[in-house]
């Protein structure tokens, strides 16, 4: 009986470490993803009770998670759509909870011996929509552009197919890669490529000023200009919950919006929301 009771009790002390600990899963946007990993590790140092758990996948991935409830925060590089609102209603009774969490200047890469040093937003659309196929019509070498950019899943993608292409369909031939890594990792390779993706993936290729127009300055995707509203082809990113966080929620949700959880955004190559 002595046996038993003892037993008893280191089950019910394994019972209160585990009831202890705060799990929290975090799935979505490729873009994020590094700097979701940040944020994990630096609050998982400080605070041991806590585990974080991430993974990628793409913004509409994540999304779905959160409707399907399986997920507690979901990362997105977009705004969630309407429709997708409604679906989390109609399961949860909740349109969710968009918080901004940091702001991103979507750049346009080039290979770094490429000479175009900027681009009209118009420039931009002729190219992913298939209008212009030669870097020739853009003061470039005579070579056939290849076009790089993201899988459909990809809140980066849509972003670009709304802000950039205005709702036309991207070229049939654009090659679609699984995360914007793979888009720096493409055109680093390719004298004749063009991608696009997060700034804080450029690294190993060139980013191209960006202007409005013909008439306008062009803009590089600095932190000021993207701040300051400059550059044209700037973002915010998003973090989703179902409800109002509190709790351990709450609690982890506060310190990535706080002065820490801001700083890593600055460390990863992106820019704080204040």
Request: glycine share 12%; aromatic share 10%.
């Amino acid at each position: 009986m002595k046996r038993l009771f003892i037993l008893l009790g280191i089950a019910g002390l394994m019972s209160g470490l585990l009831w202890a600990e705060e799990k929290i899963t975090v799935k979505g946007s490729d873009t994020m993803v590094i700097l979701a990993q940040r944020w994990a590790e630096r609050y998982m140092a400080a605070r041991p009770d806590f585990v974080i758990q991430v993974t990628g996948g793409g913004s509409g991935t994540g999304i779905s998670a959160l409707i399907n409830g399986t997920t507690d925060i979901c990362n997105s590089s977009r705004p969630m759509k309407p429709s997708e609102r409604d679906k989390l209603k109609q399961r949860f009774g909740t349109r969710g909870v968009e918080i901004k969490a940091a702001q991103d200047g979507l750049s346009v890469y080039v290979h770094e011996s490429n000479p175009v040093q900027e681009l009209t937003i118009g420039q931009i659309k002729d190219m992913y929509t298939g209008k212009v196929t030669n870097w020739k019509e853009l003061g470039g070498p005579n070579q056939k552009i290849i076009v790089y950019g993201r899988e459909n899943n990809s809140g980066t993608y849509v972003y670009f197919k709304d802000n950039v292409l205005m709702g036309e369909d991207y070229v049939a031939i654009m090659q679609s890669m699984p995360g914007t890594a793979a888009v720096v990792n493409a055109v680093a390779k390719d004298k004749a490529g063009v991608g696009y993706g997060g700034a804080a993936y450029g690294k190993g290729i060139r980013e191209l000023k960006v202007k409005k127009d013909a008439g306008s300055p062009a803009y590089a995707p600095t932190a000021e200009n993207i701040q300051s509203g400059l550059y044209p082809i700037s973002r915010f990113l998003y973090l989703y919950v179902r409800n109002k966080p509190t709790g351990a929620l709450k609690e982890y949700i506060d310190w990535i919006l706080g002065d820490e959880g801001q700083k890593i955004v600055n460390e990863v190559g992106y820019f704080p929301i204040r």
